[in-house]
């Protein structure tokens, strides 16, 4: 059973240029969420859908992040443009309707990115 | 949103047990606690969850005394492959906002 699956997972850009991460989450679930790790913030949530709605968008730093789901197999998180200081690993996590109220997230394995 | 508080990092040798400790103060009814881990380079990983008394699983343990106030996650028998961050964190019931703290850094050493 394929898990969260998150595209690229490894991402060099220069500063200035438009960064595109992509996230599968597991079919069936209708909870999706984008989180942030550096080492100096720790893992920090972005935003998060339900049902391809988004919910919670408070955790996205500026005007310079977006993130879409245009339907439940497939979610974006868009960075235009990139700072050296965006550079982290992004996480996606999904869940379904009855775990996701307890606290059961599954995760990818994350796009580290890198701008220079 | 319940804060939570544990240790920055701990310590073990293989072969022994290991509890990790979590205050949440101002956990509400609704509320569940879980227990994620995760290795360098991966994504975290849900291990367990628990509203109260005592959870068991094949990875772990999940003790919560009656006020819930805190909790502790229990590894029996560690081995360096345990090396990893672990984190605790309280699920808002029917709010699906889940906000991960400093977690704790455990070493499992020869």
């Known amino acids: 059973d394929a898990g969260v699956i998150q595209s690229p997972r490894h991402e060099v850009t220069e500063m200035g240029q438009e960064v595109t991460l992509r996230c599968k989450p597991i079919?069936?679930?209708?909870?999706l969420f984008w989180y942030r790790q550096t080492m100096m913030r720790g893992l920090e949530l972005l935003i998060y859908?339900?049902?391809?709605?988004?919910?919670?968008d408070s955790g996205m730093p500026e005007d310079r992040f977006s993130a879409k789901m245009p339907n439940a197999s497939f979610s974006t998180l868009k960075i235009q443009p990139s700072e050296p200081r965006d550079s982290a690993v992004y996480f996606c996590?999904?869940?379904?309707?009855?775990?996701?109220?307890?606290?059961?997230?599954?995760f990818g394995e994350g796009s580290r990115l890198t701008v220079l | 949103l319940a804060k939570t508080t544990q240790p920055i990092s701990m310590d073990s040798y293989e072969g022994q047990e290991v509890n990790i400790t979590c205050s949440h103060n101002n956990i509400a009814t609704n509320d569940y606690i879980t227990w994620y881990q995760q290795f360098p380079s991966q994504g975290p990983r849900f291990i367990i969850q628990g509203y109260k008394t005592k959870v068991k699983n094949e990875v772990a343990s999940l003790f919560i005394p009656a006020d819930r106030k805190s909790s502790t996650l229990s590894l029996p028998r560690v081995s360096l492959s345990d090396t990893a961050v672990y984190y605790c964190l309280v699920a808002i019931g029917g709010y699906n906002k889940l906000i991960f703290g400093a977690g704790t850094r455990l070493a499992v050493h020869p």
């Open positions: 859908f339900n049902n391809n709605v988004p919910i919670d």
């Open positions: 996590a999904s869940s379904d309707r009855r775990r996701v109220n307890t606290g059961e997230l599954f």
């Open positions: 079919s069936g679930h209708n909870s």
